[in-house]
């Protein structure tokens, strides 16, 4: 495999997608070839899971079934849009992967966190990140900004099925994404996402040049 696989991964509302697209206009400056990408979704199939995964009323959706819905979301992900782009040599940007299965879904459901990963390691063909920036971020903080964030667009704008969950349940998914940090170290950049977008971009840009001047799975662009 010759490109890099650069996931992001935290609480709704830390930041994600934000920092994703500066990373992305950077290396749009830096003509590094590139791909943008999310999960749930990324695939028309993965867009038609996406929507029964966050529709508020899906509201008896079993756990297994989440769980399954994911992993076969990302598996459509997987085959279609990361592998031909990490083939092609491109950099891969991508808002969530396996990590936030093993937080929403083992940590924060309470599901074996052995079935979780053994169902995910059955989607992915062995690709996985080779950096993931982590972004922490305390839920209710989280959920404010992910309330303001809609407010001008969408009046009546409904917290999705998954976002309207307790904070007690976002509190067992901030400490799940803590354990799979100290369990990931050498892969993980932990930042706060509390500090401003642009020191975080910092932390994330300095962090990137070097991982990928380091790399030695992708062709030697010239970075500045
Ligand atoms: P995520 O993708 O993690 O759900 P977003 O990047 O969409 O989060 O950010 C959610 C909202 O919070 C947006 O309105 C965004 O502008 C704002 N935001 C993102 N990062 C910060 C930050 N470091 N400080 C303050 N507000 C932020």
Do not use: W
Request: proline letters at 4%; glycine letters at 8%; aromatic letters at 8%.
């Amino acid at each position: 495999m010759k490109g890099l696989f650069i996931t992001f991964e935290g609480p709704d509302g830390a930041g994600k997608s934000t920092q994703l697209g500066k990373l992305a206009e950077y290396l749009e400056e830096q003509k590094i070839p590139f791909i943008r990408t999310r999960e749930p979704g990324g695939t028309d199939i993965g867009d038609m899971i996406r929507s029964i995964l966050l529709d508020p009323s899906n509201g008896n959706l079993t756990h297994k079934t989440e769980v399954l819905l994911y992993a076969a979301s990302r598996a459509q992900h997987v085959q279609e849009v990361i592998q031909p782009a990490l083939e092609a040599g491109k950099v891969v940007l991508c808002d969530r992967f396996v990590d936030a299965s093993i937080a929403y879904q083992g940590y924060g459901l309470d599901l074996s966190l052995e079935s979780v990963k053994l169902i995910n390691e059955f989607a992915i063909n062995g690709i996985s990140p080779d950096r993931t920036y982590m972004i922490d971020l305390p839920p209710d903080e989280g959920r404010q900004r992910m309330k303001s964030r809609h407010k001008p667009k969408q009046v009546d704008y409904e917290l999705d099925r998954i976002e309207q969950k307790n904070l007690m349940y976002h509190q067992k998914v901030r400490e799940g994404f803590h354990k799979i940090y100290e369990e990931n170290k050498q892969r993980i950049c932990l930042l706060d996402g509390s500090q401003s977008i642009d020191d975080i971009f910092q932390h994330i840009v300095q962090d990137f040049q070097h991982f990928y001047k380091t790399s030695t799975s992708v062709s030697n662009h010239e970075i500045m």
